[in-house]
C-alpha cells in the first residue's frame, strides 16, 4: 500500500459553472478519483472523455467516494483506495463526477464532469505498480477542494 498526500494543482473551469448552475453537486452525486498517466492538464477539459482524448490514460478508479461534506467552502472526504492496473509511472489524480448531479448510476464519460486535478505534491506523481493505491486528503485545508 502506498500513501499519498495531495495538494491543490488545477481546478477545471467547468467546475465554477457546475457548481453554480446545479450540474456538479459535491455531496450528492458520485465524486470518485482516477490515476491517470500521460495528461497534460487543461482547465478547459469538461468531462472524462476530454482527458482520454487528450492522451490521459486512465490506470484505475475508486469506488465514490464515502463520508463527503461540504462545510464552509470546502469539500472533503474519507481517504479511498485504487487498484491500479499497470505497472506504469507519472501518475496524476484526477477527481470527477460520475453520475449524474442528483446522484443514481455512473453516466457515460462523455457526461462525467471533471472537478480537478492533481499531478504535483507529497507522493506525486505516482509511481503505482500495480496493486492498491491509498489515496490519503489532506488533514486540513484546502483538504480535497476549497473553492473561494
Avoid: C
Amino acid at each position: 500500500m502506498r500513501e499519498v498526500v495531495t495538494v491543490s494543482n488545477g481546478y477545471f473551469t467547468g467546475l465554477a459553472e457546475g457548481l453554480m448552475d446545479g450540474s456538479i453537486d459535491l455531496d450528492t452525486a458520485s465524486v470518485k478519483v482516477s490515476l491517470v498517466r500521460g495528461y497534460t492538464f487543461s482547465a478547459a477539459h469538461r468531462t472524462v472523455s476530454d482527458v482520454t482524448g487528450a492522451g490521459g490514460a486512465i490506470n484505475g478508479t475508486s469506488a465514490a467516494l464515502t463520508g463527503k461534506t461540504v462545510t464552509g467552502g470546502v469539500f472533503d472526504a474519507d481517504d479511498t483506495t485504487i487498484s491500479a492496473t499497470a505497472s506504469a509511472s507519472n501518475h496524476g489524480l484526477l477527481l470527477f463526477q460520475a453520475s449524474a448531479s442528483t446522484g443514481g448510476a455512473d453516466v457515460a464519460a462523455s457526461s462525467q464532469r471533471l472537478i480537478a486535478w492533481y499531478d504535483t505534491g507529497t507522493g506525486l506523481p505516482i509511481q503505482p505498480g500495480t496493486g492498491t493505491v491509498t489515496v490519503t486528503w489532506p488533514a486540513s485545508s484546502p483538504r480535497i477542494l476549497k473553492v473561494g
